[in-house]
C-alpha cells in the first residue's frame, strides 16, 4: 500500500508541476506570498481531529496534507491514505480540510501541508493527542478494620498524558496523600498513597480519590470506598428526672455506642439483681420505674459489651419526699403580700432546686452541711469545758483560812492593843496556821 500511496503522490506532484508550467506561460504573478497557513492542534484520545491549511491567495496550485511518517493524506481533493477515518472536510484552491476521528495516541506528532509552488513551500501543524485517565481503584483497604489499626490506601489510574493528578478526600474535606508517577511508553501511571491511624471517628467515613487531568473536562474520574471500623462500646446513662420524688415515673435510658452493636444491654442495682420487677420494668436499653419510693435508693448499673470489650456507667438514685406544699391558688389575692424572709430561707433549705440546681442524687450534697455543723458545735462545747475547768482551778487555789493582826495576838492579850502588840513581837515564835492547796 505504501509503493501505491508513493506512486500516486508522484503522479500528483507531476501533475502540479505541469499546472504551473502551464501557468508560466501567460502573465507572469509573484508568489512571494503565496505561504501554507496552519496552527497546532490539541485533542482528546478518541476525539475527533480537523486539520486546516489555508493560502491568502494561489494562482491554481494544489495543496496536500501528509502524516509524521511522511504518508500524503490528500492530495487537492484525492484521498491518498486508505483510512476510513481519515475525511475530506473542505478542498479549494485556497483551502484544503481534512479530519481524523478516533484519534490514537500513535496519531501523535507533525503534520505537513504542502504548497506545490517552485519550489515547493510547506507549513508544519504538531497534532497533540491527550491520553484519558483510566478510572482510579483503592486498594488496601482492610473490612473491617479494628481500632488502633495502621493502614494505607493506595489509589492508582493508568493512561494518563500528560501525567494526572490525584486529589483524597476525607467525606467533603480535602486531604493530602504522597504522590508517585510512573511513565509507560506515551502514558503515565499514577499512584497516591494515604496512610491512617484508624480510630472510631473513622468509621463510616468516604474517603474518595479524585482523577485532574485536562482530558477529563466533564465527568472527572474518581473512586470511593467507606471505612468500616470495629470498636468496644462506651456506654452512658440519661435520666428523665432531675430531682426523683416519691409517687413519680422515672426513666432512666443506657445509651451505649460500639461496632458490632452491643446489645443487649443489662441492669442492676448495687451489684445485684434488680429488686423489684413489678415496678421496675426493662425494656431493651431502659430502665422503668412507675413508682418511686425510697427503697428504691441506690447504684444502678447498665453493662453493654461486644466481642472487643465490656463498657459499664452507674446512676447513683436518691428519692426525695414528695411537696407537702399545696398548690397556689388561681385566684389572685386583692392586696399583695410580700415574701415571709423567714419563709424563704426555710424554703432553700429544703428545697434542693433553689441551690444552684445542682444534682440531688449527688453522694454527699446535704451531709457535708451537717457535719460542718456538728464541727463548730463540738468545738463550742470543748471550750467551754476548758473554761470550766480553769474557773474552778482559780477558785480552788485561793481558798483558806486568813486570819488579822488582832486575831494573831488575842489568846493572850487582855485587849485589842495588846493582841495587836503580841502579834507583831511574837510572830516568829506563834504557831502560824497552814493553808493547803488543791
Not at 264 to 277: A, I, Q, S, Y
Request: hydrophobic share 35%; net charge negative.
Amino acid at each position: 500500500m505504501n509503493l501505491k500511496s508513493n506512486l500516486i503522490f508522484t503522479l500528483y506532484t507531476i501533475y502540479g508541476i505541469l499546472l504551473k508550467v502551464m501557468a508560466s506561460k501567460g502573465k507572469v504573478r509573484g508568489i512571494s506570498g503565496q505561504y501554507p497557513l496552519v496552527q497546532n492542534m490539541t485533542v482528546t484520545e478518541g476525539g475527533t481531529a480537523n486539520l486546516t491549511c489555508r493560502v491568502e491567495y494561489n494562482d491554481n496550485t494544489s495543496l496536500q496534507w501528509s502524516n509524521p511518517a511522511q504518508q500524503t493524506l490528500f492530495f487537492g481533493d484525492k484521498k491518498a491514505l486508505r483510512d476510513n477515518r481519515i475525511e475530506l472536510v473542505h478542498a479549494s484552491w485556497s483551502e484544503l480540510t481534512i479530519s481524523i476521528s478516533d484519534v490514537t495516541l500513535s496519531d501523535e506528532g507533525m503534520y505537513t501541508c504542502s504548497l506545490f509552488t517552485m519550489p515547493v513551500r510547506t507549513a508544519k501543524a504538531y497534532l497533540t493527542v491527550l491520553g484519558v485517565p483510566e478510572k482510579p481503584e483503592i486498594d488496601g483497604l482492610t473490612k473491617p478494620a479494628m481500632e488502633g489499626d495502621h493502614i494505607t490506601l493506595t489509589c492508582m489510574t493508568q493512561g494518563s498524558k500528560p501525567a494526572a493528578d490525584l486529589r483524597w478526600f476525607r467525606n467533603e474535606k480535602e486531604i493530602k496523600g504522597a504522590k508517585e508517577v510512573n511513565a509507560s511508553g506515551k502514558t503515565f501511571t499514577v499512584r497516591s498513597s494515604l496512610q491512617l491511624h484508624v480510630d472510631r471517628n473513622d468509621d463510616g467515613v468516604a474517603y474518595t480519590c479524585k482523577v485532574d487531568h485536562v482530558a477529563l473536562t466533564q465527568t472527572p474520574q474518581q473512586a470511593t470506598e467507606v471505612l468500616e471500623v470495629h470498636y468496644a462500646p462506651r456506654v452512658d446513662i440519661i435520666h428523665s428526672l432531675a430531682v426523683p420524688q416519691e409517687g413519680q415515673y422515672l426513666k432512666l435510658e443506657c445509651v451505649s455506642k460500639g461496632n458490632p452493636s452491643p446489645d443487649p444491654v443489662k441492669w442492676t442495682k448495687d451489684g445485684g439483681e434488680l429488686p423489684d420487677l413489678d415496678r421496675m420494668i426493662v425494656e431493651g436499653r431502659e430502665l422503668t420505674f412507675t413508682s418511686l419510693n425510697k427503697t428504691d435508693n441506690g447504684t444502678y448499673r447498665c453493662e453493654a459489651g461486644n466481642h472487643l470489650g465490656t463498657s459499664s456507667a452507674e446512676y447513683v438514685l436518691y428519692v426525695y419526699d414528695a411537696p407537702t406544699t399545696p398548690p397556689p391558688s388561681t385566684t389572685p389575692p386583692l392586696h399583695p403580700i410580700p415574701p415571709d424572709p423567714t419563709a424563704l430561707l426555710g424554703t432553700h433549705a429544703s428545697d434542693p432546686t433553689v441551690t444552684g440546681n445542682r444534682d440531688p442524687n449527688a453522694v454527699g450534697q446535704h451531709g457535708t452541711d451537717h457535719a460542718l455543723i456538728g464541727g463548730v458545735v463540738a468545738v463550742v462545747v470543748f471550750v467551754t469545758l476548758c473554761l470550766i475547768i480553769v474557773l474552778g482551778r482559780y477558785l480552788a487555789r485561793h481558798k483558806g483560812t486568813y486570819l488579822t493582826n488582832e486575831a494573831k495576838g488575842a489568846d493572850d492579850a487582855p485587849d485589842a492593843d495588846t493582841a495587836i502588840i503580841n502579834a507583831e513581837g511574837n510572830h516568829a515564835h506563834a504557831e502560824e496556821k497552814k493553808e493547803y492547796f488543791i
